[in-house]
């Protein structure tokens, strides 16, 4: 006999979610599609006036980025729910918090991950000056992984619900403008020839400290809204 | 063999005066009930009588309003149930996606594996050779069920929840439930199963535990 291990039952969970993802690529490919779309069609609608563009080029590329993944996070648990793995997933012997953690990461690389590939092609798109790109990906790479932090919490706690989408979005909402305004501040100011260590300092604080906190509230909002 | 049992040692699962409340309203309890290793009871009950939120409370899903749960003579909680207990609910845990051995290689990466079987065992003794690779979405639900119960077979849990363990199958699937059962017994294991009394057992007189429905 056999007990499993964290690390084996980690491997197992992660292996099985990104085959899964991978069974069903075409819809993990949406949020990318969303991203790509929104951004392209800013330049119909403005004009392809490069100032203007360069202007909100930060700005509206972090708006895209953050808006596709909030698509994406509804799903986080919902097939786990509807065909009981959520369940045998809190009754594994493992960390609750571990697994989640697990699923999280999942979900930041198959969704945020892919569009911080295409972030350089969307700012080519809006014509953002290439000093800014560097800062910009730094902002996205800090950015994302603490948008799937918050969203997993909110996710966690909706999840029981039926039609949860509007919910979640109120819930998340709040919580990720600080990230957006820091984020996009960094890039505005990176492209006005200021200091963007800052907020970039910032955003890292919360990103290590959503971390580890968020996988242990998000297993506690699960436990809640099972019951 | 179940009193025999009770004499030297302590019983794998108890529970002790179990009541259950939703939003004040009460679906079951008091109860009193204990299993020893090799102990197949059986709780009957009509539809909406509680068996599925009963087996929710014995393996901690949902926290009983009064009365306590004992594993092993501690008391139950999430974080200690660790490999002790295997839950077979309504809703498989299975993912359609996947095929049957993907989903069994994923249950032993979470569960661990008894020692001696490997998931193509498992998936044979179920009945289901020649389709371990075939996504579960092209398999019918009663061979879905086989799948779930092979998981059964590979995770080292003493305790199995079974509900409902008989629906979706065949009379051939009903026998191999039995054997399941009759097999994890003998080894020293328990299992609670519910059912609404439709189906019968096949083999032996097992241990029964009414529910009744409070409207």
């Known amino acids: 006999m056999k007990p499993g291990t964290a690390s084996a039952a980690c491997i197992a969970l992660l292996r099985r979610d990104l085959l899964l993802v991978w069974r069903r690529r075409g819809d993990a490919l949406n949020p990318l599609l969303f991203a790509i779309i929104v951004v392209a069609l800013f330049p119909f609608a403005l004009g392809p006036e490069t100032t203007v563009l360069a202007r909100i080029a930060a700005g509206t590329i972090f708006v895209a980025v953050l808006l596709a993944m909030l698509l994406s996070l509804d799903a986080l648990f919902r097939s786990d729910l509807e065909d009981g793995s959520l369940e045998q997933l809190v009754l594994s012997p493992h960390p609750l918090s571990l697994l989640l953690g697990c699923k999280i990461l999942v979900h930041w690389s198959t969704t945020a991950l892919p569009l911080i590939v295409v972030a350089p092609l969307l700012a080519q798109l809006l014509q953002l000056p290439a000093q800014v790109l560097p800062v910009l990906l730094a902002a996205l790479a800090l950015a994302t992984p603490l948008l799937s932090l918050i969203g997993a919490v909110c996710v966690a706690l909706t999840v029981g619900m039926r039609r949860s989408g509007m919910l979640l979005t109120l819930l998340v909402l709040p919580l990720i403008v600080p990230a957006l305004i820091f984020g996009a501040g960094a890039c505005n100011a990176a492209q006005d020839g200021f200091a963007y260590a800052a907020p970039l300092l910032w955003l890292g604080a919360w990103l290590a400290m959503a971390a580890i906190l968020a996988p242990l509230a998000a297993a506690a909002a699960l436990r809640i809204s099972l019951t | ?215």
């Open chain 2, 1 to 215: 063999m179940s009193i025999a049992a009770e004499t030297e040692s302590a019983p794998l699962l108890q529970a002790r005066s179990l009541r259950f409340a939703r939003n004040e309203e009460e679906i079951f309890g008091p109860l009193d009930f204990s299993l020893h290793p090799g102990d197949v009871v059986l709780i009957e009950g009509d539809n909406g009588s509680g068996k599925t939120t009963l087996l929710k409370v014995l393996s901690g899903l949902l926290e009983a309003k009064s009365g306590s749960v004992l594993l092993h003579g501690a008391p139950l909680t999430l974080a200690k149930l660790s490999h002790q207990v295997a839950l077979l609910g309504h809703l498989l845990g299975l993912k359609l996606e996947l095929s049957a051995l993907e989903n069994l290689r994923f249950a032993t990466g979470m569960g661990g594996i008894r020692s001696g079987i490997t998931p193509q065992l498992a998936l044979a003794s179920v009945g289901l050779e020649g389709f371990e690779d075939a996504p579960l979405r092209t398999l019918s639900a009663g061979q879905r069920k086989r799948v779930a119960l092979a998981r059964l077979l590979l995770v080292p849990a003493a305790l199995w929840l079974l509900d409902e363990p008989y629906a979706n199958l065949d009379r051939g699937g009903i026998d191999l439930v039995n054997r399941l059962l009759d097999h994890h017994a003998r080894r020293g294991g328990a299992a609670l199963i519910t059912s609404h009394g439709a189906y019968a057992f096949t083999s032996g007189t097992p241990r029964r535990i009414p529910l009744r429905a409070t409207a």
